[in-house]
């Protein structure tokens, strides 16, 4: 009777969860979020939060920055028409929120049937690498027709070959510039005149995009543009890591995104100038660790654990070749603790006799059985006498200072 009677007498909960508490519960906000996915989950599904996400994360960003760097480098066939003209092979194709990939299969099957490879990545991303620019280009199209949430990478060989135009003036005109330059054989599709980075005043120096061309490497020989002698220079490599401006994740640009927007500040399906927050406040949100700050500040711990694994700094990668770091020396002090500079150039006190009397007496300590205490012995009288002469040069140029006075 006692259970029945606890059984009638339960009550039910009410949640803790404060209203408000999720970016998508603020009023105004524009939801994008696509709830009938082509590519989503065939029956009900429960979405569950794991702690573990922003370490996912993490490689999937890897994966991203490293297939950036070299876009090939994970598939090792080719088809028979690459092969014959030696084309480079196209970027890969991310695919993200893959829960059913038998849809994805279908489709490559229905276009380019055996002409591709999968890789499955982390958080239901899904890497298509095919093996011709014309497979490519069917495949993307599709996906985008069917508003697939994708990234891709530019085609090496339509990248523009980038060069720095030094000592010529700032107000040259551009159109002048390209017209130079297109004498010495090289189309310009783009040129930026380059400001300081605190003043942002102009500098003589330009930022100039060319179009790729058997002879790019040649336009490094240019010593004489436009009667004023220059100096052409290849960019400094940037050691920073890319970051998409529609979806906040690392590793690709916005020109190549096809992911839904999420916004800097509050990590909403919108993009960031369609947000409602117009002045700057604390309630942000970030879309990479989920922490309080916008996602585009570097100290997030996403960026800085990405940046140090791909970009380590230069000391950090030769001890990681060498394979073990070797500690560094500890600078050997030659000042006495609690001897101030003052009372050593003064002369208020001797260093000589108080250092003296410090020294210990080899007769009495040295163990003559044990080598080893003998070697420690001759160490510290080293140190000593290194200490002596280091207070004896200091009061020697106070001496000459004075005389010289």
């Not at 339960?10 to 603020?26: F, L, V, Y």
Request: with cysteine.
């Amino acid at each position: 009777m006692s259970s029945v009677k606890d059984m009638t007498s339960w009550r039910t909960a009410n949640s803790s969860k404060r209203k408000g508490d999720s970016p998508e519960s603020h009023r105004g906000y524009k939801q994008r979020k696509i709830l009938d996915y082509w590519l989503g989950s065939a029956g009900p599904s429960v979405t569950t939060k794991n702690q573990f996400d922003p370490l996912a994360d993490r490689n999937e960003d890897n994966d991203n920055i490293l297939a950036e760097k070299s876009p090939s480098s994970e598939n090792q066939t080719e088809s028979t028409e690459s092969t014959k003209t030696n084309e480079p092979k196209p970027p890969p194709i991310f695919v993200h929120g893959v829960e059913e990939i038998k849809p994805l299969l279908d489709l490559l099957e229905d276009l380019i049937p055996g002409s591709y490879t999968l890789k499955t990545l982390h958080n239901n991303q899904v890497k298509i690498q095919v093996g011709s620019s014309d497979n490519y280009r069917v495949v993307y199209k599709e996906l985008l027709d069917k508003k697939t949430e994708l990234h891709s990478y530019q085609f090496k060989k339509d990248k523009t070959f980038r060069i720095v135009l030094k000592n010529i003036h700032h107000s040259t005109d551009l159109v002048d510039i390209k017209t130079e330059f297109l004498k010495h054989g090289h189309t310009v599709k783009h040129i930026t005149n380059m400001k300081h980075h605190t003043t942002k005043s102009p500098l003589p120096m330009f930022f100039v995009d060319l179009l790729p061309n058997s002879n790019n490497k040649e336009v490094y020989n240019i010593k004489l543009f436009l009667h004023s002698v220059v100096e052409i220079q290849p960019p400094k490599l940037k050691r920073e890591i890319v970051q998409c401006t529609n979806c906040q994740r690392f590793g690709h640009t916005k020109s190549f995104c096809n992911r839904q927007p999420r916004c800097v500040k509050c990590d909403s399906y919108h993009s960031t100038k369609e947000c409602e927050r117009k002045t700057k406040d604390h309630n942000v949100k970030c879309t990479n660790c989920g922490e309080n700050h916008p996602a585009n500040y570097r100290g997030c711990r996403v960026h800085k654990e990405l940046q140090q694994k791909l970009y380590p700094k230069l000391r950090q990668k030769e001890m990681a070749r060498a394979g073990t770091g070797v500690p560094q020396a500890q600078p050997v002090s030659l000042t006495r603790p609690g001897l101030s500079y003052a009372d050593q150039l003064t002369g208020r006190v001797n260093p000589i006799n108080e250092w003296s009397d410090s020294i210990p007496d080899n007769r009495q300590t040295v163990d003559r059985q044990n080598p080893q205490n003998d070697f420690n012995e001759l160490k510290n009288m080293l140190k000593m006498l290194l200490e002596q002469v280091g207070n004896m040069l200091s009061l020697i140029t106070k001496l000459v200072t004075k005389d010289s006075k």
